[in-house]
Antibody
């Protein structure tokens, strides 16, 4: 059974830093693209970043490019999101999501974690 | 960027009645492999999103057959044949074929009248 468990959320002041983690199990972690998707309070879903399973290629939304870094540790089956210089508008629940098919070049999120709340405030 | 536009944004429905949600993409979602990649997700209050439909019309395991997806190219529809109480929440369409960025529709909130 695929399981994704996020952690690391909390209160962070503007300009601080925070690292989110997503522990994955139930599938070959290194083979699948993984992504972070966020949801601001009362708002819709917004893609944040993805890392492709086989190549390690990373992509970012313009809103976080240069401030956030996605990475993974395939020995620990864990996905990370390093959040630097956060802003108030980064306040959201952050979900990690697994791609459905390995290596097809299409993103399709078949499993999601329960999310972790990040609040950016002084 | 591919813009995903859903309508309506709010949908009050009567239990047992049908419901329909439209999703339009600003670019074709047809892949070079011939498949069309459009997904639908359902998010119940306080829960994570759950995929319902992939590649326009394929239901995920455990999704009731009252849910159906249809469409082609840039116009897509999610239909619920007879709405049940557990169907409330927000429905999102998503494209992951023309990225970055991966884009979602604004969401359609379904509530019981």
């Amino acid at each position: 059974e695929v399981q994704l468990l996020e952690s690391g959320g909390g209160l962070i002041p503007p300009g601080g830093s925070l690292r989110l983690s997503c522990a994955a199990s139930g599938f070959t972690f290194s083979s699948y693209a993984m992504s972070w998707v966020r949801q601001a309070p009362g708002k819709g879903l917004e893609w944040v970043s993805s890392i492709i399973g086989l190549s390690g290629r990373t992509d970012y939304a313009d809103s976080v490019k240069g401030r956030f870094t996605i990475s993974r540790d395939i020995t620990k089956n864990t996905l990370f999101l390093q959040m630097n210089s956060p802003r108030a508008e980064d306040t959201a629940v952050y979900y990690c999501a697994k791609d459905a098919v390995s290596g097809d070049g299409v993103y399709d999120f078949d499993h999601w974690g329960q999310g972790t709340l990040v609040t950016v405030s002084s | 960027d591919v813009v995903m536009t859903q309508s309506p944004l709010s949908l009050p429905v009567t239990l047992g009645q049908p419901a329909s949600i439209s999703c339009r993409s600003s670019q074709s979602l047809v892949h070079s492999d011939g498949d069309t990649y459009l997904n639908w997700f359902h998010q119940r209050p306080g829960q994570s999103p759950r995929r319902l439909i992939y590649k326009v019309s394929n239901r995920d395991s455990g999704v009731p057959d009252r849910f159906s997806g249809s469409g082609s190219g840039t116009d897509f529809t999610l239909k619920i044949s007879r709405v049940e109480a557990e169907d409330v929440g927000v429905y999102y369409c998503m494209q992951g074929i023309r990225w970055p960025p991966i884009t979602f529709g604004q969401g359609t909130r379904v509530e019981i009248k």
